[in-house]
Nanobody, 121 residues
C-alpha cells in the first residue's frame, strides 16, 4: 500500500505565495507521475500540474507562469510553489501519484486526502 501526505495549505492573500508538499510512502518501486489536481466548490476536479519521472511537466493554462512543480525523487516528494495567487485559485488541492508497487510491480494511481487553499481578495 502507498500513502500520500499533503501539507502546506492555508489562507493567503491575493498576490501572495504558498508552497504545497506531498510525500509518498509505502511499497514504492518508482513513481512514474506525481502532481496536483484541485477542486473548487461546485466544480469538477481539474489538473493543476504534474511531473513525470523523466522530468517532463504539464501545467493548466490558468497557472502557467505562476505555479511551479518540482520533485525530489530520492524522497518521493513533490512540491507545488504557488506564486501570484488569485482568488480563483481557491480550492482543495489533491496530490496525485502513479506508483509502481515494489512487491508486485503493478502500476496504481493514488490520491491524497486534499489540502485546502483559500486566497482572499
Amino acid at each position: 500500500q502507498v500513502q500520500l501526505v499533503e501539507s502546506g495549505g492555508g489562507l493567503v492573500q491575493a498576490g501572495g505565495s504558498l508552497r504545497l508538499s506531498c510525500a509518498a510512502s509505502g511499497n514504492i518501486f518508482s513513481i512514474e507521475t506525481m502532481g496536483w489536481y484541485r477542486q473548487a466548490p461546485g466544480k469538477q476536479r481539474e489538473l493543476v500540474a504534474i511531473s513525470t519521472r523523466g522530468g517532463s511537466t504539464t501545467y493548466a493554462d490558468s497557472v502557467k507562469g505562476r505555479f511551479t512543480i518540482a520533485r525530489d525523487n530520492a524522497k518521493n516528494t513533490a512540491y507545488l510553489q504557488m506564486n501570484s495567487v488569485k482568488p480563483e485559485d481557491t480550492a482543495v488541492y489533491y496530490c496525485y501519484a502513479v506508483v509502481v508497487n515494489s512487491r508486485n510491480f503493478r502500476q496504481t494511481t493514488y490520491w491524497g486526502q486534499g489540502t485546502q487553499v483559500t486566497v482572499s481578495s
